[in-house]
């Protein structure tokens, strides 16, 4: 196919979800056909799955400009900027209404399982770059389908695989098997069923982002409850507990964020919680009446857990990209030129600079992972964020390039600095900055007598 012919073709866009959605809005701006395939049912699948949970960010922060636009001639009013939505208010009152007027741009029940370059394998160089896309679909009714696309913007998000529970990244001895007593999800608590799962039992809840704060906030408000009595978590860390492990609290300049941290230091505090520190998880074992025992790598035992939430992370799905050159890095799994932004290892401030095309590309031209993907397993990743993505990878794809690499967004801080990367290093170690961005790596605490960390910006 000639270059001509292969710019007639719509750009594929992997995921209907705020990506995605935002992606196509932007496409359809700058009048280029977008095509978006999703996987679920409906529009914002994945959203809907964590529909109970409040984001941190205000209807002010999680709307897209070109959605906007293109929703304003259907009379679609913007929620009050200034107030949280839930994931489910995202896809009911943003999400759906901007599938409904893309309208057959959009495909529900039509998941990705594979992308290559027409006729060309991963290793064939011949004419590579002037080939068209061809990405494979499996829709819900069984049909399979292969399409062709001029560009493919892969918005397909991170949720469907959650880590394990293991601290070598793997699923811990047993962890497999004791899949009756694990989640890796924020549970529901106004559900009848996971109300029930959870009242009056112990849980240990692994994990030390914002979904873990959330969990060990809902499980302190149900032990607070009539129909809580006996709720107690076990929180269980990698690391030890420092100034940052809370969050950036008060200096947070998104407070809603700030706030979930301080609401798990609170169910610490109040004693709804229990928080082991420096473990590692190993194993997974029994005790005589069915309850889950953790072993960490150091050989400690912890008391008996009823139940067992897992929540340490996302990871990208690349299996159907891997006829593409990729350019990942070898940590993150993001690409090459974004992951030193946004490295845990290195950054440890959690603020990153807005970035777009030129941080998003490949060797493979025409190909780009946005927003949640593009992180691969960095956990700070913020709407607005992708928004700029989306909006640079698109002017890239139109041929404006001075708008492409424009950055058009200044970020919210977080609040926390120093997060000395992953790992606790031994005494000797902690001297250093950590390969911080701006303040050497915090003291650890002891809980209940210690503020939360101070600002980066200030
Ligand atoms: C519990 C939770 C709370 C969060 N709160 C905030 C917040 O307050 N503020 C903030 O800025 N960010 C927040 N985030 C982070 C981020 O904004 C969201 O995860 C957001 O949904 C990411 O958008 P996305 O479009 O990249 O991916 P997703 O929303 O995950 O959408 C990806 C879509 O792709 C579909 N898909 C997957 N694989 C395929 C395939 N092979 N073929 C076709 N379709 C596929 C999925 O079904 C899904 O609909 C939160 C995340 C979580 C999990």
Redesign the pocket.
């Known amino acids: 196919m000639n270059a001509t012919a292969t710019e007639q073709l719509p750009v594929v866009v992997?995921?209907?979800?705020?990506?995605?959605l935002a992606a196509a809005a932007h496409l359809a701006g700058r009048s280029i056909e977008p095509l978006v395939?999703?996987?679920?049912v409906q529009a914002?699948?994945?959203?809907r799955e964590?529909s109970h949970?409040r984001?941190?960010?205000t209807w002010g922060?999680?709307t897209d400009p070109a959605a906007e636009k293109l929703l304003a001639p259907t009379g679609w009013v913007k929620p009050d900027a200034s107030t949280y939505p839930t994931?489910g208010d995202w896809a009911e009152r943003y999400l759906q209404p901007l599938a409904d007027v893309l309208g057959d741009k959009v495909r529900v029940g039509?998941?990705?399982?594979g992308v290559s370059r027409s006729g060309r394998d991963r290793i064939v160089d011949a004419d590579r770059a002037t080939q068209p896309f061809t990405v494979y679909v499996q829709y819900a009714d069984g049909r399979e389908e292969r399409l062709l696309a001029r560009a493919v913007i892969d918005?397909?998000?991170?949720?469907?695989i959650p880590s394990p529970a293991g601290g070598d990244g793997l699923a811990a001895l047993g962890e497999r098997a004791a899949a009756d007593r694990i989640s890796y999800r924020?549970p529901d608590l106004n559900d009848a069923a996971a109300r029930s799962r959870y009242a009056g039992k112990r849980t240990a809840v692994i994990g030390s982002g914002?979904?873990a704060f959330t969990a060990l906030a809902l499980l302190a408000d149900l032990a607070k409850s009539d129909d809580g009595t006996g709720t107690h978590a076990t929180w269980i860390l990698r690391r030890g507990i420092s100034g940052s492990t809370f969050g950036g609290g008060t200096a947070d300049q998104l407070p809603a964020?700030g706030a979930l941290g301080l609401a798990a230091k609170a169910a610490v505090d109040d004693g709804h919680a229990d928080a082991v520190t420096g473990f590692r998880t190993d194993a997974f074992e029994r005790d005589d009446e069915g309850r889950l025992v953790l072993v960490a790598e150091d050989g400690r035992r912890l008391d008996a857990v009823d139940e067992v939430i897992v929540l340490t992370g996302f990871r990208p799905?690349l299996s159907?990209l891997d006829e593409l050159r990729l350019g990942l890095d070898e940590r993150l799994q993001a690409p090459v030129d974004l992951a030193p932004l946004i490295d845990p290892n290195q950054h440890s401030c959690g603020t990153v600079y807005p970035h777009g095309v030129k941080e998003l590309s490949h060797p493979e031209e025409g190909v780009y992972l946005v927003?949640?993907?593009s992180y691969g397993r960095a956990p700070t990743?913020?709407?607005?964020t992708?928004y700029e993505q989306v909006r640079s990878v698109v002017a890239a794809i139109s041929g404006d390039h001075e708008s492409a690499e424009r950055v058009e967004l200044v970020l919210p801080e977080t609040g926390v600095c120093g997060g000395a990367g992953l790992f606790d290093q031994p005494a000797a170690d902690d001297a250093t900055d950590g390969g911080g961005c701006c303040a050497p790596a915090p003291d650890l605490i002891q809980l209940g007598t210690a503020a939360p960390a101070p600002s980066c910006g200030s």
């Open positions: 992997i995921g209907a979800g705020p990506a995605g395939l999703e996987a679920g914002g699948a994945a959203v964590w949970v984001l941190f960010s922060e999680v994931g039509a998941r990705v399982t918005a397909s998000g991170t949720w469907s924020v914002a979904s964020r799905d159907f927003r949640m993907k990743f913020l709407a607005l992708g």
